[in-house]
């Protein structure tokens, strides 16, 4: 079975100030990893996949197999970035996915 | 590009009835769709993968005679409701796959809040 793991449910950075969110998966072949946002009043949109080693509005997110992890990480929150983040994985070539409970980020001015 | 729209937005029905939500991919053929329920506070459930020309697949512990889902398009699924109750007044979101990414991006709707009374 595949699972996703996100312990922290609310998270308050300053602005300013690094961004960390944890993800940690379960899953026996080779996953993809991927993080997807939802803005308010907003659908949720893919901000990055760990297959195309990219950065998106300054976050970057690097596949850790020995942990079973894939955090998301910004080294300077921006005000904008509040939002809704869920880590969400999928097996090679498999189109499901399955989504961790989310993190919702604040960024306090 | 990459569009998905839903269609209602938001709708309220009497326990008993049933209610049917579109899920449309505007600009794009979607070879698969996926839909998924969203519970106040909590993680998105995928229900069921929907194919184009073929019955859904649903995942465990999801009624398929009761969330019936038709894919008759490359462009529309369908997501119907029968004999709603109120257990079943959720956020509703589907989401499409081009089948050209290699990484099989999918693509969200806005969602439809059902509400059953």
């Known amino acids: 079975a595949q699972r996703v793991t996100q312990p922290e449910k609310l998270l308050s950075v300053f602005k300013g100030a690094p961004v960390e969110l944890k993800c940690n998966y379960s899953?026996?072949?080779?996953?993809?990893l991927f993080w997807y946002v939802q803005y308010s009043r907003q659908r949720l949109q893919l901000l990055l996949r760990?297959?195309s080693r990219e950065s998106i509005k300054g976050f970057t997110a690097d596949l850790n197999k020995g942990e079973t992890s894939f955090h998301l990480k910004k080294p300077f929150a921006q005000e904008e970035d509040s939002a809704m983040y869920y880590c969400?994985?999928?097996?090679?070539?498999?189109?499901?996915?399955?989504f961790g409970t989310g993190t919702r980020l604040t960024i306090i001015p | 590009g990459a569009v998905v729209s839903q269609h209602p937005s938001w709708v309220i029905c009497k326990s008993g009835t049933s209610v049917k939500i579109e899920c449309r991919s505007l600009?794009?053929?979607?070879?698969?769709m996926f839909w998924y329920r969203q519970f106040p506070k909590k993680s998105l459930m995928l229900m069921a993968t929907?194919?184009?020309?073929?019955?859904?697949?649903?995942e465990q512990g999801v009624e398929k005679d009761k969330f019936l889902i038709n894919h008759a398009s490359l462009t529309l699924s369908t997501l119907t409701v029968t004999s709603a109750h109120p257990e079943d007044s959720s956020f509703y979101i589907c989401?499409?796959?081009?089948?050209?990414?290699?990484?099989?991006?999918?693509?969200f709707g806005p969602g439809t809040r059902l509400t059953v009374t």
């Open positions: 989401s499409a796959v081009t089948g050209q990414d290699i990484s099989y991006e999918q693509y």
């Open positions: 899953y026996s072949g080779s996953p993809e």
């Open positions: 760990h297959i």
């Open positions: 969400a994985l999928s097996g090679l070539g498999n189109e499901k996915l399955t």
């Open positions: 600009d794009f053929q979607a070879t698969t």
């Open positions: 929907s194919n184009e020309g073929s019955k859904a697949t649903y």
